[in-house]
């Protein structure tokens, strides 16, 4: 009889354990995944990427027809009007779409999924709706949660204080919504929400929105949002948030303290980042500490300091985004099976996908600056690009980062209509060590929006054609 159960369990069927469970078995192991949720997926696939790019789409489609933008093209409309309950089932069927083709996989694939909450009971045993199961190895992927925001309680039933999850399912457009948190969550969803007819009003700690962006990503940023029409209060924190019945009431003041002011709005977003799931997981019956940020830090492979359990994903230090926790989840399993695995951490793309979106990989300016790096900058503006022109997409630019000795591109930031694309091909060229020379010289298929990123990488030596 087997020592195991299984070679291997995923705790968490988000895109960490379930795309690492999907390699454990196509690789041979024994595998099996634990998922409390009804359908597997975690939270991008539920209540994440997946339903807030379907609003995303949806909305921009409404205000492209609402705001006579498709009027240019000859497409008269004479009256327009918004059926949320159609948008929202439209998101619906992606979510249950993609959700049961991943339970069609598991099957496929051999995977069992083990329904309930799962809990270590020792390092190699994981107890489940009352039962254990014994694996060689257990992966932690159990994904991260809202942050909550002291002296504001999230309410997503009643639709007043909602976090991320409440505001992908909101049954009304908000009159006011104010979103706390100028990152990628307030930023995204906010625009579904303006672009249905909200007043949206974003209020941010910091001097600006989308921490962790090139500082020239940020700044445009602020200006395109404003443009859109959102309210900006920067530097700025909520003290706290008063519910009488559909009505809130905030509280906010400068960061570094003064005038207090209030603002009253219909919903209140709060999104002020994630925090790793963790809580009754067990982690104290096999002694596994959390770091200083209630993280769990690995090496390499994805070890612990537990013998025989890993962790990847959100619940991992390193950005909290689906690509990051599936190719760890690839890694993770290919380290079991075969004791090799790769993860470039370093080449990590993000994107935010309003519009223009804003994309990113590799080191921004300050962060190349700040690593002691000499570097050359080219830059090309979306206005000069012919195709984003003709489709009257005039926001945004490409900025190209390469070592000034080198030339060896060290990092690349986008805003365009379809950054979150062209973002690949710079991926790609830092993974195989591309110079902007490589880049430049690289024939790009005209007229496309990607045509920018050449021109910028012409730019690093001066030396672009169309400005
Ligand atoms: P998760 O997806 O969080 O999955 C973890 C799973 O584990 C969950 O299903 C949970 O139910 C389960 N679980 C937890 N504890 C237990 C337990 N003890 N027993 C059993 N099951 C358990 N990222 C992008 O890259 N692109 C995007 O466009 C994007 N959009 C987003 C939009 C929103 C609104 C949000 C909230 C997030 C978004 N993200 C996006 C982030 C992305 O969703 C996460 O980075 C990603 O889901 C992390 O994957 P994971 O596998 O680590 O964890
Ligand atoms: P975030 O870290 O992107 O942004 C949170 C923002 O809130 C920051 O700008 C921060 O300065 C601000 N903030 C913190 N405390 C505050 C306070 N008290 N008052 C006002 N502002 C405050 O976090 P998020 O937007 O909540 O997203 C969480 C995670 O989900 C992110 O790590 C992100 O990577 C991931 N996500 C990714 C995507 C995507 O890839 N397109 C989309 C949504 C979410």
Redesign the pocket.
């Known amino acids: 009889m087997a020592e195991y159960d299984y070679d291997v369990i995923f705790?968490?069927?988000?895109?960490?354990?379930y795309v690492g469970a999907i390699r454990a078995a196509q690789l041979g192991l024994k595998t099996a995944c634990?998922?409390?949720?009804e359908t597997l997926?975690?939270?991008?696939l539920?209540?994440?990427?997946i339903p807030?790019?379907a609003l995303l789409h949806g909305s921009e489609k409404y205000e492209e027809a609402a705001n006579g933008t498709l009027a240019r093209y000859g497409v008269k409309l004479s009256k327009v009007e918004l059926d949320l309950a159609a948008l929202q089932a439209d998101k619906a069927d992606a979510v249950k779409g993609l959700t049961g083709g991943i339970e069609y996989l598991f099957k496929k694939n051999k995977v069992d999924w083990l329904k309930?909450?799962?809990?270590f009971k020792d390092a190699h045993t994981v107890t489940v709706a009352g039962k254990d199961y014994t694996a060689k190895e257990v992966v932690i992927?159990?994904?991260?949660s809202?942050t909550p925001l002291p002296g504001v309680e999230v309410d997503n039933d009643k639709g007043v204080i909602v976090d991320?999850t409440g505001a992908?399912a909101l049954g009304k457009v908000p009159s006011h919504l104010v979103v706390i948190g100028g990152g990628?969550?307030g930023l995204?969803?906010g625009s579904v929400w303006r672009r249905l007819g909200a007043k949206v009003t974003v209020v941010e700690f910091l001097d600006q929105l989308l921490p962790g962006m090139d500082g020239d990503i940020r700044k445009e940023a602020a200006r395109i949002f404003k443009k859109q029409g959102m309210e900006l209060k920067l530097s700025t924190k909520v003290t706290g948030v008063a519910v009488k019945g559909k009505k809130a009431t905030l509280t906010a003041e400068p960061s570094a303290g003064g005038a207090v002011e209030t603002i009253e709005a219909d919903c209140v977003l709060v999104a002020i980042g994630?925090r790793p799931?963790v809580a009754?997981?067990g982690l104290e019956n096999i002694g596994l500490e959390l770091n200083a940020r209630g993280q769990i830090d690995t090496g390499h492979d994805f070890r612990t300091k537990v013998d025989g359990v890993r962790a990847?994903?959100?619940?991992i230090p390193g950005p909290?985004?689906?690509?990051?926790?599936e190719d760890e989840?690839i890694a993770v399993a290919e380290y079991i099976a075969t004791g090799v695995g790769i993860v470039n951490h370093a080449v990590i793309p993000g994107?935010v996908?309003t519009m223009p979106e804003f994309a990113g990989v590799g080191l921004t300016e300050e962060a190349a600056k700040e690593a002691g790096h000499a570097i050359k900058v080219g830059k090309f503006p979306m206005m000069a690009n012919s195709r984003a022109k003709t489709n009257h997409e005039p926001e945004g630019f490409v900025k190209v980062i390469a070592d000034a000795q080198t030339d060896k591109v060290l990092g690349a930031w986008m805003i365009a209509s379809v950054a979150g694309t062209m973002i690949a091909q710079v991926a790609q060229a830092m993974e195989f060590g591309a110079t902007s020379e490589d880049i430049a010289y690289t024939c790009h298929a005209h007229p496309t929006h990607s045509e920018a990123v050449k021109e910028a990488a012409m730019g690093v030596t001066g030396k672009p054609i169309h400005i």
């Open positions: 705790i968490g069927a988000g895109p960490g354990g634990v998922e409390s949720r997926g975690g939270t991008c539920n209540v994440g990427c807030s790019k309930g909450t799962g809990a992927a159990t994904g991260s809202v991320s992908l990628v969550i995204e969803l994630r799931n009754g997981l990847i994903g959100d619940v909290m985004l689906a690509h990051k926790a989840g994107v996908y």
